[in-house]
Every structure is written in C-alpha cells, then in structure tokens.
C-alpha cells in the first residue's frame, strides 16, 4: 500500500513559474522526505522535513509541513527547464523502527518548458 | 566516491530463469534497500537489511530473495523469474539517524 499520494499526477509550466506539488499521507509519520528523479536514473534526496518541523527551505525549494492534514507541499521557485522530473514524497514511519523504511507516493512528473 | 552502484543496468530473461542483482555502496552505511518501480508508481520496498549478516522482509517480498554476506553488497536473487517481475530495480542504502537514502542508477530487467 501506499502510504504517500502526490497531486497532481503531472504538472507542466513555464520556465521561471514557480511550481508546487502536493503530497498527503494516512498514518502517523516521524519525517517526509522528497525525491527527485530524472528519466533513466535513480532517485535523489532533495529535502527532510521532521514531524515536529512546519517549513524548511534549501536554495530554491520549499517545503511545508502540515501535521494536523497530514500533508506536505513542496515549492520549486524560478523553475528551470533543468527541473524537469518525477518528484516522490516519502514518509517514515514511527513503526518502522531504526530501520527507517521509507513509503513512496507515486511522484508528480514536472515539466518545465524552455 | 561511486556511491551506490548496481549490476547488471539491463537484463532480459525468460521465464523460471534465475539471476542475482548486485548492489555495492562504498559509504559504509549500515542500511541496504532492494525496492522495485513499476509504471505510474511509487517504489515498493522488496526487502532491507539493517546490517551485515541482517535481513528483512518489506513489502513486496515474494518470489525474491536477499542476502548480506559483506557490509557494501546486497544482492536480489531470483530463483524463478516470472514476467509479473519485469520492472526497475532499485538499491539504496543510508547510514544510521534521520538521514536521506542514497540510491543507485536502476536495473532494468525484463521476464518474457
């Protein structure tokens, strides 16, 4: 099952737009994490935001935290056609222990036009 | 550093073949994931380990099996391919604490 589901599916702007994608979650989390993927490759860590955090910032990204909603968002800001990718949000749970297992949503592919 | 590597990139069998992907970190993490990606999805954790010697079942375990002789390799063994397997595989590993999962580049095997 799948613990995170990331809306919209897909997502196409204009260079210099900014772009924002959501991520909602159904159980108890002690941290989300988003990913980025580029075609043909493995993922790659962009940001962690713990349980007890709401906004954390890392150059151009941004991204929210809402416990209450169990939801998260992140914010690509002055896109670049560079940015074009899938992005995952992962959480992890507090039942799995030190293990850490993360559960992946199925990731919003972003386009951003030159 | 290579980070995480994985071996082979492409792979087609037929089906009730077997064969052993390899996954290497050279970051002495403790932790090692197998997960697999399938079309419009997310990964699914197949199996982890939490370190040398350890390893555990996750999501979609079934039909693969794992082993952790040596602290940087984690293999996926499958011992009769079926085409309900063919999907992107990927291996990731972190060290201990809150901390990112670092992954490799993906195999991509097709069962026919």
């Known amino acids: 099952s799948q613990q995170g589901e990331e809306d919209p599916q897909a997502l196409s702007i204009q260079e210099g737009e900014n772009a924002t994608m959501n991520c909602s979650y159904k159980t108890s989390i002690n941290n989300l994490q988003w990913y980025r993927q580029n075609s043909g490759r493995g993922l790659v860590h962009l940001i962690l935001i713990r349980s007890n955090e709401r906004e954390k910032h890392s150059g151009r990204l941004r991204v929210t935290l809402d416990t209450s909603k169990k939801s998260s968002s992140l914010l690509i800001t002055a896109s670049r056609a560079a940015d074009t990718a899938s992005y995952f949000c992962?959480?992890?749970?507090?039942?799995?222990?030190?293990?850490?297992?993360?559960?992946f949503g199925s990731g919003t592919q972003l386009t951003v036009l030159p | 550093n290579a980070g995480v590597t994985q071996t082979p990139k492409f792979r087609v069998l037929k089906t009730g073949q077997s064969m052993t992907l390899l996954c290497a970190q050279d970051m002495n993490h403790e932790y090692m994931y197998w997960y697999r990606q399938d079309p419009g999805m997310g990964l699914r954790l197949i199996h982890y380990s939490v370190g040398e010697g350890t390893t555990a079942k996750g999501e979609v375990p079934d039909g693969y099996n794992v082993s952790r002789l040596k602290k940087q390799n984690f293999l996926l063994g499958l011992e009769s391919a079926a085409p309900s397997q063919t999907s992107v595989y990927f291996c990731?590993?972190?060290?201990?604490?809150?901390?990112?999962?670092?992954f490799g580049d993906g195999t991509r095997l097709s069962i026919l």
């Open positions: 992962a959480t992890g749970t507090l039942s799995s222990g030190s293990a850490r297992q993360l559960t």
């Open positions: 990731a590993s972190r060290s201990t604490g809150d901390q990112p999962q670092h």
